[in-house]
């Protein structure tokens, strides 16, 4: 072979190889970075404690291409992932197998935005977590009845409910009861700064009976514009030693929390919640207060009323008076508008 055909020979061989080489690259790509869910829009994938590798692609089946599904399992046997599968909640999207992989391994979740609204209950709340996180119903409700638990989180059964400040707040799915406790707990001594303590102490209040008027405050209206006026309200009925004959109080004791009227009879159950039989707030918050409920009470209208009843426009807004005279006209005008609806 003469010189220029083995140059000839020795050219076409690199265009071969070139092309070949970057036929491979494509198909590595196409393997390792192309996106790996099937739908190509972000899915996840929940990883229990008890998930073992064939469970695991199981799972994965149900959102993954087919080639990228190959990729992760030929990945997961080079890099032993059955011992280290991790739980968690996982994205499966964009990013290929490769990325999903090392995400999966590492167990670098993707984490969970969990809102605490402004609800009634415990239960209620319980109902809110449990739909976004890993554990239970029963588990994170054993956990704030315990008495124990509240304890080290310097809270009662029932004033626990006061820790749990209305935000919207990042988690792990597979975060443990104890784990989510100790988060809200730093996330309620950040809430309570010391302006806000320090406004509590001057009111003659601690965080807990802040909490609790708050929750009073909130059940009462929802136009935020008038919380510190009822806030007042309260206040003034707490120094002059009255009762405060709250209507949610006897609402929560009863459990009727839809009632428009509050009966006679109800007046007289007993509990210690029912603030028409005992002076003084009931024995922790009859909800989750929101934040501008709080601040209401820390921040309070200074006048002399010690009445108030619901307009009777329905509103959501209250006439208020300073004598007992002035209350019983404006309940009049409330119960007719409500007898003229023909509401019970």
Same mark, same amino acid.
């Given at each position: 072979m003469t010189k220029t055909k083995r140059k000839k020979s020795n050219h076409k061989g690199l265009k071969v190889a070139g092309v070949v080489a970057l036929l491979g690259g494509i198909i590595a790509y196409f393997f390792l970075f192309s996106s790996m869910s099937k739908t190509g829009e972000k899915e996840y994938v929940f990883i229990d404690n008890d998930d073992n590798i064939d469970s695991v692609y199981t799972k994965l089946e149900h959102v993954s291409t087919k080639h990228s599904l190959w990729t992760f399992k030929q990945l997961a046997k080079v890099l032993a992932y059955k011992k280290h599968i991790r739980s968690g909640r996982y994205a499966v999207g964009s990013s290929g197998a490769l990325q999903t992989f090392r995400n999966f391994r590492n167990g670098s979740q993707a984490p969970v935005t969990l809102t605490i609204r402004s609800v009634r209950t415990l239960g209620d709340l319980a109902n809110d977590i449990c739909k976004k996180l890993i554990f239970s119903h029963k588990d994170f409700m054993n956990a704030v009845t315990s008495p124990e638990v509240c304890k080290k989180y310097g809270y009662t059964p029932e004033t626990i409910i006061g820790m749990f400040?209305?935000?919207?707040?990042?988690?792990? @799915?597979?975060?443990?009861?104890? +784990?989510?406790?100790?988060?809200?707990?730093? /996330?309620?001594?950040?809430? @309570?700064?010391? +302006?806000?303590?320090?406004?509590? +102490?001057?009111?003659?209040?601690?965080? /807990?009976?802040?909490?609790?008027?708050?929750?009073?405050?909130?059940?009462e209206t929802d136009n935020e514009g008038e919380m510190p006026k009822i806030a007042g309200m309260y206040i003034n009925r707490l120094h002059r030693n009255m009762a405060l004959q709250a209507d949610p109080t006897v609402k929560f004791a009863l459990g009727k929390f839809e009632a428009h009227r509050i009966y006679v009879k109800w007046l007289s159950y007993d509990s210690p919640y029912n603030t028409y039989k005992y002076k003084g707030l009931p024995p922790g918050p009859i909800r989750i207060p929101c934040v501008a409920a709080i601040e209401a009470v820390l921040n309070y209208v200074h006048h002399n009323y010690i009445y108030m009843c619901a307009k009777e426009d329905f509103s959501g807004t209250h006439n208020f008076a300073e004598t007992y005279e002035e209350h019983n006209i404006n309940a009049q005008k409330y119960a007719k508008a409500l007898t003229e609806r023909g509401i019970e």
């Open positions: 400040i209305p935000n919207t707040y990042d988690f792990y @799915w597979d975060t443990s009861v104890d +784990e989510f406790l100790e988060k809200m707990s730093k /996330e309620d001594k950040k809430f @309570w700064s010391f +302006e806000r303590t320090q406004k509590a +102490e001057s009111n003659g209040f601690s965080k /807990e009976e802040v909490m609790t008027l708050a929750s009073i405050v909130d059940e």
